[in-house]
């Protein structure tokens, strides 16, 4: 098991940027799928992003790909989502989770770790 705390949320006009982080704690993400999940008020959890483990590739949901990238430190201990051009449907909260096991990662499912979330508020 790995612990993960998301950080970096908050509140951002239309256009601006945010750099949301998710931390690992207990193990590094090497050998785990890391992904970025949302969920708008209302609606349900919707896949943002993965990275593939090792750091590998990268995957993006359409609805967001061109406006964010995924990175990841050199201690492999923290994720990024660097996310600009924002939109008042980005408007979530964001969670990071991460799994060893192989699926259908763009599904929540999948996934046994979560962090708590960090609220993103786009403002029009």
């Known amino acids: 098991q790995v612990q993960l705390v998301e950080s970096g949320g908050g509140l951002v006009q239309a256009g601006g940027s945010l750099r949301l982080s998710c931390a690992a704690s207990g193990r590094t993400f090497t050998p785990y799928y890391v992904a970025w999940f949302r969920q708008a008020p209302g609606k349900e959890r919707e896949f943002v992003s993965l990275m593939m483990r090792g750091g590998g590739d990268v995957y993006y949901a359409h609805t967001v790909k061109g406006r964010v990238t995924v990175s990841r430190d050199r201690s492999e201990k923290t994720v990024y989502l660097q996310m600009g051009g924002l939109k008042p449907e980005d408007t979530a909260v964001y969670y990071c989770?991460?799994?060893?096991?192989?699926?259908?990662?763009?599904?929540?499912?999948?996934?046994?770790?979560w962090g708590q979330g960090t609220e993103v508020t786009v403002s029009s």
């Open positions: 989770a991460a799994t060893t096991a192989i699926g259908n990662w763009m599904s929540s499912s999948v996934y046994d770790n």
